[in-house]
Every structure is written in C-alpha cells, then in structure tokens.
C-alpha cells in the first residue's frame, strides 16, 4: 500500500543511522559548521538544535577541514572526489588533493590481536622475525615489516581493529545525506550524486576486504610476468586473509626520491610511462591509484608497483569508443568527437545537442594543435570534455572518468618529476597502434561476420512476429499498455496527508469513545473506561500536530 510507503522509507534511512546517532549528530554538526548545514537543516537528530546549523559560506577550505574533522571515511571520499574534475570545480579539486590520512599507528598488541584472530597463533611459528614499528600506518591498516622462516623478506599488512564497523556506519550516513542533498538541491541529481556514492561505497567496501587486492595484485603478476622492467610483489597465501595481507617485501625507494639516490631518471620516466600505457591501452586494466607512492625504483631501475586495492577497468566497447575519439581527432572532425561523446555519455533529461556539441568542439580546438594527437595532453583533453560536457547534464559514465584521470595522473607525474620524458611522444605509439587495431582488416570482418549473423536470426525472426502481430491486429488482440507518470514527489505529499487524516480519524474516534461511556464505571466513581480512550486519543493528536507541522504539504 502506498500509505505506508513514506513509513518504510523514512525507516529505511533511519536503520543506516540510528545505530550510531551520536555519530550522526556529529556529522551534521560539522557539516552545518563548515558552510553544509542546509543538507540536515530538515532533519530531527536527537541533541542537535537549529542553532547548530548556523548560515556559513561554503568554500574549498572549510570543505576540506570538514572532510578532515570527521575521519578516514570522509577523507577517503575527498581523495576520491579530486579525482573527479567532472563534478567539481577546480578550486575543490585542488583542496581535496591536500587531504592526507593522519592517523596514529596502532598499538602492536592490537596488530597482534588481530593477526592471532585471522592466522591463529601458529602464525608466529612461520615468522623469523617481526618489527614492531610500523613501515607505515594509513586509516584502513598499518604495514609492519617482517621476515619469514624460509628467508622471504615480506610485509604484513594488517587492517585497524573496529574500522570495518566504523566505515560502515559512515557509509549508511553519507546515503542517508546523499537522499537529504538530492532532496534540498535539484540539481545534485544532474551530478548523480547517489550514484557516486555507490561506486566509493563498493570501492570502500572493497578495500576492507584484502582479498580482492590480492586477486589483482596476482592479476596484474600475470599481465606483466615477462616483463623484466617491472616487479609486482608476490602474496603469501598461507599468511593472507581478509584483514590480513602478506606480500613480498619490495626494497627500493619512491619514484620522487630516486634522483637524489643516483637513479637514470631517463630510463625510469620511459619505463614508467611504458607500464602505464601499456596497462591504459593494451591491457584495459589499470592500477586505478598510480601516484608517486605506489611506485618504487628497485636495483637496475627496476620498477616496484604496489597497492591495488583500486582497479580500473575497460570493457570492449569503452576501449573502441576511446579510440574513436581518438581516430575522430587524429582526422579533426571535431563533429564526430562531439557525437560520440554523447552517444557514450549518461543523459539525465533532454539535451539541447547544439548547444553541446558547439561547447566541446570549442573544447577540442583549444587542445588540438591541428597537426597530431602525439602532440597533444590526451589526459587533459578528455577530462575537458568531460567538463564542458557537465554543463549540459551530460555524464560521462564512471570507468571513462577513471580512464581518463589515470591518464591525466600520469602525464602529472611524468612532467613533475621527470622532465627528462615527453608522455606525449611515448603515448603516440599505443594510441596509433590502438586505432591501427581498431580498424585493421581482420577487426573488421570479424564485425561483419557478427552482425550478419545478427541479421540472419532477425531475418528468421522477422517473418513470424510480423505474422502474429497482423494476426493480433486483424483479430483485435492488440492491447497496449499505459502507466501515468506521476511525479514522485506529489505523491509522497499525497501519502503524508492521507496519514495524517487516518492518525486524526483515530484521535477524533478514541474521544468521542472516551465522551460516549464515561457514565460507565465499573470499578467505583472513576469513569476508567472513558480514560483510557481519551489517554490513547492524546498522543494521537499530539502525533498529527506534529505531522502537520513538520509537513505542510
């Protein structure tokens, strides 16, 4: 029944917070300090007072110390949101880059309570040794170095005791304010907020399980196994849990420190651009979080990759839309881009496509220098697009979006730290050979090969259903069927009303019960009968007070 719809719905959103509310509150209070307030203005936590959601300005700085004030959730979902320059401008993205997990390393006894939890206590039986201060320490786990019985220098990556729970609760509070932004700002739906946030909720709720980073980490072993310039650590099966990951320890120091430690930085940016273009163009799946950390320079200018617990990845059609793209510049039909883009891109309401397509081939032209894609930043250039393509309300789709900024992240590092490469000349090969692939004899006849055979069984098809659809019309058994589309948002206004009037029915019925037998009175003088109608109609008219109140609709 749609009666009781607004019932369900508002304890569907209670149950994700009302186990933390104290959490909650917090949340709201900080949010409401730093220029946030209108998402939970209209919200009833218990304790928070409309004091506390003063009017403040929202900047990029109060928005990075609210993320900041409230923990690893939050600043996780910042980190996540800078790489996002198709949702928000550029002065957030620049602040959301500062945000850092400053956390305090866990007491030892607390990382060995949990390794005894997941290993059992024979664990240490297969350790030779174990250093007790942590390698480093983020807001999800903390990395001890430790070396086996067999000689095998490893880390244990051990993930923090109770932050599982704690994210989860953080996770069903952003849901519940993602609901409250889409509520009080229309056009957040433009952004897709909710959708947003399912994929940092899947991609959070991913890393608290470790075993999915050890799917990729062998994933991407074997991508690169014959590869002799690039080392992926091994897992430790038998030491490897879902809050516990033992990997090979790789030693060697960070892409931004190799120089001063005597490293060829030529050889070190062309086998770093090498490793990312190869996983962005060949492979279609990419370490989603390549900055200067998760890279290391081993002996021999060897390169060390580490931390895949975010992965990218392209499907089939992504990568022949991407090289399109490409095939579209590289010929400046600028026109062809644009059509694309649309095609590819998630449209929320109607587009005015000239308006658009004027837009990104002004885009296209402030890039493109007219004479090859090899020189020009591709990264940059597509995440353009994407935001010139925002303004129409239209989205490029989240795997584009990751695409495109592992991209833009790696044409970053490369004119930071090694000026000595051009990405832009080492990205010319792979995208020729892409296109070349794209279109070669043999992809094209394979292509062919398959739609005929799609039109054979729809020729098959044809006749038949052409057949009873005439049979149906000529014997008027043709029905068609037609759904009212009906805005939500009235009827969610309908259904609060009809509540109302029901709770005030049953307020109006308990007094007139109470007034018709307070003449009855079996125990004595007091009328006990009459007052138990009148205290069950009291709190009945008190809840349709405050319904009407809260909602005027």
Not at 38 to 66: H, K, Q, Y
Not at 358 to 385: C, H, Y
Not at 431 to 447: G, H, T
Not at 506 to 511: C, G, N
Request: glycine share 6%.
């Amino acid at each position: 029944m749609r009666i009781v719809q607004p019932v369900v719905s508002t304890a569907r959103q209670i149950t994700g917070t009302v186990r933390d509310m104290a959490r909650m509150r917090e949340v709201a209070q900080v949010l409401a300090q730093h220029g946030f307030g209108a998402v939970v203005a209209n919200v009833d936590i218990p304790g928070l007072s409309t004091a506390d959601l003063a009017s403040v300005e929202t900047t990029p700085e109060r928005a990075n110390t609210a993320l900041q004030a409230l923990g690893p959730t939050f600043i996780k979902l910042g980190q996540v949101l800078s790489t996002r320059p198709d949702l928000l401008s550029p002065a957030y993205i620049e602040a959301f880059q500062q945000l850092q997990d400053d956390v305090v390393p866990v007491p030892f006894e607390d990382v060995r309570a949990t390794l005894v939890a997941e290993l059992g206590e024979q664990w240490e039986s297969l350790v030779d040794d174990f250093d007790t201060t942590p390698l480093a320490t983020a807001s999800i786990a903390q990395v001890h170095r430790a070396r086996l019985k067999d000689g095998t220098d490893v880390v244990f990556k051990v993930q923090r005791s109770g932050i599982a729970p704690k994210i989860r609760s953080d996770l069903n509070i952003l849901h519940f304010l993602a609901d409250r932004a889409e509520a009080e700002f229309p056009e957040a739906k433009a952004l897709d907020v909710k959708g947003v946030l399912s994929e940092f909720d899947n991609s959070l709720r991913a890393e608290l399980d470790f075993t999915a980073e050890a799917r990729h980490t062998r994933r991407f072993r074997v991508a690169f196994a014959g590869n002799p310039e690039v080392r992926i650590p091994d897992i430790v099966e038998e030491l490897s849990t879902s809050r516990v990951l033992c990997i090979e320890f790789l030693d060697g120091v960070k892409i931004r420190n190799a120089r001063e430690h005597g490293s060829d930085m030529t050889v070190v940016g062309q086998r770093y651009l090498d490793l990312t273009y190869t996983m962005l163009f060949e492979h279609g799946f990419f370490h989603g979080d390549l900055h200067p950390g998760n890279v290391l320079v081993l002996d021999g200018d060897v390169l060390g990759v580490l931390d895949f617990g975010m992965v990218g990845q392209l499907t089939r059609e992504m990568k022949d839309a991407i090289v399109s793209l490409l095939f579209a510049l590289e010929r400046a039909d600028h026109r062809v881009i644009a059509r694309i883009f649309y095609d590819v891109a998630v449209k929320e309401e109607r587009v005015d496509y000239d308006a658009f397509e004027t837009d990104v081939i002004g885009v296209v032209e402030k890039n493109w220098s007219g004479t090859s894609v090899a020189e020009m930043q591709i990264g940059r250039f597509l995440m353009d697009v994407t935001q010139a393509a925002l303004r129409h309300k239209v989205r490029a789709p989240h795997g584009y979006t990751m695409f495109f900024k592992a991209l833009l992240t790696t044409e970053g590092l490369a004119k930071a730290l090694i000026p000595e490469v051009d990405p832009l000349k080492a990205a010319a090969p792979y995208v020729q050979q892409m296109i070349a692939d794209r279109y070669s004899k043999e992809r094209l006849q394979n292509e062919a090969f398959y739609s005929l055979v799609g039109l054979g069984t729809l020729g098959r098809r044809l006749p038949v259903t052409l057949s009873q659809f005439l049979d149906d019309l000529d014997k008027q058994r043709l029905t068609v069927t037609v759904k009212e589309a009906t805005d939500p948002e009235r009827l969610d206004a309908e259904d609060r009303r009809q509540n109302r009037l029901i709770i005030a029915l049953f307020a109006i019925t308990a007094a007139v019960c109470g007034a018709m037998t307070w003449e009855v009175r079996p125990f004595g003088d007091v009328p006990v009968i009459s007052t138990v109608f009148w205290l069950a109609a009291a709190p009945l008219f008190l809840t349709t007070m405050t319904m009407t109140l809260r909602n005027r609709g």
